[in-house]
């Protein structure tokens, strides 16, 4: 028995004999060779008379599709804190069918920092991505070709540090007392910066009018008598921090003045000179010859008996000299004298325009 294959265009490509009592079995077919075939089968005598002839035609059907073998990324690095859609690499799959097509999808996204756009790894939520709290995310990816037929395959994608803005800047303390001292320290700035290590440089924006200075990570007071609750209670500066690769922020800080208040003094039977503060002050003289400065504030200056010098400093002053010649010294018009009748030869030198008061002499 002899058996013939031939393909649909009439061409031999396969040529069996077999001997089994007289008939023909087909030995042999792989599919993949031809998609079409045809078998003839003839079957002769031991003398080779054709004693039968019988044709099989198939016009076959697609070849079988292989499974992929790889799936492979072009890139698995990506930049802390990428913006959304950024493409970290592109997917490709090794097949033994030509010209195969493929679909792909994550299995692992991630935690959800990660997606599939046709065949691309892009970033998905690049809040999540952060070299400082994890440098590398693992991810699952499965490709199915047209044949339905899949592999996973696991990536590693790298995330690449950057150097981020520092933040938040605070300060150790944000009070000031009032008048407080040339170069008094008020506060020591910090700021916080995701970078480990990297080094911050301050720099006062807005010194309230110089009120305040700056040295090094120290807010100092800068000119302290203006620096006064009764006229101001607070004060606002602004403050940058920048970083070694020259990344800012700013903020707005408030200083809140801190109430001091005046004293009381009252001198002794001798020759005495009382000098108050920059609030409001009370210093009384007693029996002699006295020197009364109030300073800065609302002040009550009371000489007592004496010869006495009376000088209320800024702001708007009460002084009385009492008995003896005493001399007033006015820069405000708001200032008031009280001098009684019968009380010495008293004198007022003013740098305001005042009417001269009762019973002042000059």
Known sequence: QTTDYYNMAGELFRHDISFDNG???????DVDNTQSWSERTRTYDTNGNLLSE???????????????TNISLSAAAIAENSTNGSIIGTLSTADPDAND????????????????????????NGTLLNFEDQTSHQI?????????????RNFTISVTDVNEA?????????????????????GTLSATDPDTGDTLTYTL????????????QDILVNDGPRIDYERWTSHTITVQAMDSAGNTTTRDIVISVIDQPGVVLTGTNGRDTLTGTAEDDELY????????????????LGGGDGGDRLDGGTGADAMSGGAGNDRYIVDNVNDQVIELAGGGKDTVVSTATIALPANVET
Do not use: C, W
Request: glycine fraction near 12%; hydrophobic fraction near 35%; charge should be negative.
């Open 205 to 216: 924006l807005d010194n309230a009018l110089a009120r305040f200075s700056l040295s090094g």
């Open 140 to 152: 699952s990816v499965r490709v199915t070709d047209s044949g339905g037929n899949q592999i996973d």
């Open 23 to 29: 008939t023909s079995s087909v030995t042999d077919y």
């Open 166 to 186: 520092p933040s938040n800047i605070t300060i150790s303390n944000a009070t000031v007392v009032e008048n407080a001292a040339h170069n008094s320290l008020v």
């Open 101 to 124: 097509t493929f679909s792909y999808m994550l299995l692992n996204n991630a935690g959800g920092r990660f997606a599939i756009q046709g065949n691309k790894i892009t970033v998905a």
């Open 54 to 68: 019988t044709t099989v035609q198939d016009s076959g059907g697609p070849a079988s599709n292989s499974a992929p």
């Open 285 to 300: 003289g007693l029996n002699n010859s006295d020197k009364l400065y109030g300073m800065g504030g609302n002040d009550i």
